[in-house]
């Protein structure tokens, strides 16, 4: 008598890294910015400076799709040339301050000492200045050009970030794995980068993505208060500010700025709280 022994198929764990609907969708509204804000020359119908409707606060038609502003001027071509300032100018803020943060932040937890302490309380000190108050009084003083501005944004976030970093790294430094390194005698660049890093990377992305969304709207109050990309250029508030007139009106050359800042921002949250679980959490 033989048995027979049912072969089960081998079952197959999902990698974790499956994006749902309504995060591909955030993805998809920030790609297509991305790539707008890359080609915009290439795609805007015509010159950002240039009057090309005899009428201001112009209705959308088939020539201006969206309509013209209270110069005359095509608002669809502005907007696009708009995502170029408003997406680099964040996201270059953004890149440097949570890189100055987090490494400011992983070497201070595992130094510790006097070298974390004088970080904190330096960056506590700076992070107790409101930051549009900062930023209103460092662009007034100095000038609105475009490195003052990224430089002047990433300084009011390197300090959120240090302490979003550093919190996480200190759970990490007193973990197990930590103290075998050590006693192996790994020096305090290993740890950092090959014991710390790897496992705080998710979190840092997310806090990353909404310290996006923050220099976004704090840019574009800067420049909704004329702070901003000057003109003939202009960002995404700065449009906003120029066309405020418009608004008892309804006129689009106000209204589609906001919308373009508010899908940008909302697309990047909903990609945050819907990253798939392997990116969202700790490394394993």
Not at 119 to 142: H, T, W
Not at 226 to 235: C, E, M, S
């Amino acid at each position: 008598m033989t048995s027979h022994i049912e072969q089960r198929p081998a079952v197959t764990r999902r990698p974790g890294y499956r994006f749902n609907l309504v995060g591909l969708l955030g993805l998809a509204v920030i790609l297509v910015w991305a790539f707008i804000a890359i080609f915009a020359p290439l795609l805007i119908p015509y010159p950002v400076g240039e009057i090309v409707d005899t009428d201001y606060f112009g209705p959308m038609s088939q020539q201006f799709w969206m309509g013209s502003d209270y110069l005359g001027r095509d608002v669809f071509s502005r907007i696009l040339m708009g995502a170029r300032y408003t997406v680099g100018i964040s996201l270059a803020a953004v890149t440097i301050a949570c890189f100055s943060g987090v490494v400011l932040g992983m070497i201070a937890a595992v130094a510790g000492g006097w070298l974390d302490t004088l970080l904190s309380r330096f960056l506590d000190a700076l992070n107790s200045i409101p930051g549009k108050l900062f930023g209103l009084v460092v662009v007034a003083a100095v000038g609105s050009s475009i490195p003052v501005l990224i430089l002047t944004l990433s300084v009011i976030y390197i300090p959120g970030s240090y302490r979003f970093a550093r919190a996480l790294a200190v759970n990490v430094n007193s973990m197990d794995f930590i103290t075998v390194a050590r006693i192996r005698g790994e020096n305090t660049l290993y740890l950092i980068r090959s014991e710390i890093l790897p496992n705080i990377v998710g979190p840092v992305l997310a806090d990353l993505g909404l310290r996006f969304v923050f220099i976004v709207l704090l840019l574009s109050g800067l420049s909704f208060l004329g702070l901003g990309v000057q003109p003939p250029y202009a960002d995404w508030g700065a449009l906003v500010r120029e066309n405020i007139g418009g608004l008892p009106f309804g006129a689009p050359a106000v209204m589609f700025p906001s919308l373009a800042i508010a899908s940008l921002t909302i697309s990047v949250n909903l990609l945050i709280d819907n990253l798939p679980q392997k990116i969202r959490d700790r490394s394993e």
